[in-house]
T-cell receptor, first 115, second 113 residues
Framework: AQSVTQLGSHVSVSEGALVLLRCNYS??????LFWYVQYPNQGLQLLLK??????LVKGINGFEAEFKKSETSFHLTKPSAHMSDAAEYFC?????????????FGTGTQLKVEL | KAGVTQTPRYLIKTRGQQVTLSCSPI?????VSWYQQTPGQGLQFLFE???????NKGNFPGRFSGRQFSNSRSEMNVSTLELGDSALYLC????????????FGQGTRLTVV
């Protein structure tokens, strides 16, 4: 069964600093991988997705993530944090076959951006 | 194109009651999945419906059930509500064929008192 581990339930950065949110997956074969963002009292918004087409994936709002099979990682980065990036971020995995559209989520990382 | 619509947005129910939540997927999407989000358990998969058939089911008691109609709209029902059922319930819709991504609704905040 696939699973996702997000290291760090809370991350705090200064505005303008690098954002790095960590995600490691466990799956017998490389799955589909996603990063979602959630603002308070809202649903989940897709930031980016890995579908094996390219290991470096660019998403919305300046975020990107790199798939590293050898490290089973899919860390999310943004070169310069903005106050509006403060939210909760979720890494998710989906099997390539056999799992339908079922997503397995990590426990989330709350990003705080300070002046 | 309209997004995923969930109704109602907020709901307060009493223990022992039952509740029905509704989800209208993006037009043309035939897959609807439901998730429960709580501070303690995080985001957990409830079930997925595709073309009116349950395709996947998570590890939840039988009190949680769902269905999908021919227009792809879906409902989930929770019977005999417990305090622990208080959560944000999220619906996601996906297209069909090959790789698809899930688009989420705003959720229904259920409070059981």
């Amino acid at each position: 069964a696939q699973s996702v581990t997000q290291l760090g339930s809370h991350v705090s950065v200064s505005e303008g600093a690098l954002v790095l949110l960590r995600c490691n997956y466990s799956s017998s074969v490389p799955p589909y991988l996603f990063w979602y963002v959630q603002y308070p009292n809202q649903g989940l918004q897709l930031l980016l997705k890995y579908t094996s087409a390219a290991t470096l994936v660019k998403g919305i709002n300046g975020f990107e993530a790199e798939f590293k099979k050898s490290e089973t990682s899919f860390h999310l980065t943004k070169p310069s944090a903005h106050m509006s990036d403060a939210a909760e971020y979720f890494c998710a995995v989906r099997l390539l076959t056999g799992g339908g559209n079922k997503l397995t989520f990590g426990t989330g990382t709350q990003l705080k951006v300070e002046l | 194109k309209a997004g995923v619509t969930q109704t109602p947005r907020y709901l307060i129910k009493t223990r022992g009651q039952q509740v029905t939540l509704s989800c209208s997927p993006i037009s043309g999407h035939r897959s609807v999945s439901w998730y429960q989000q709580t501070p303690g358990q995080g985001l957990q998969f409830l079930f997925e419906y595709f073309s009116e058939t349950q395709r996947n089911k998570g590890n939840f008691p039988g009190r949680f059930s769902g269905r999908q109609f021919s227009n792809s709209r879906s409902e989930m029902n929770v019977s005999t509500l417990e305090l622990g059922d208080s959560a944000l319930y999220l619906c996601a819709s996906s297209n069909t064929g090959g790789f698809t991504e899930a688009f989420f609704g705003q959720g229904t905040r259920l409070t059981v008192v």
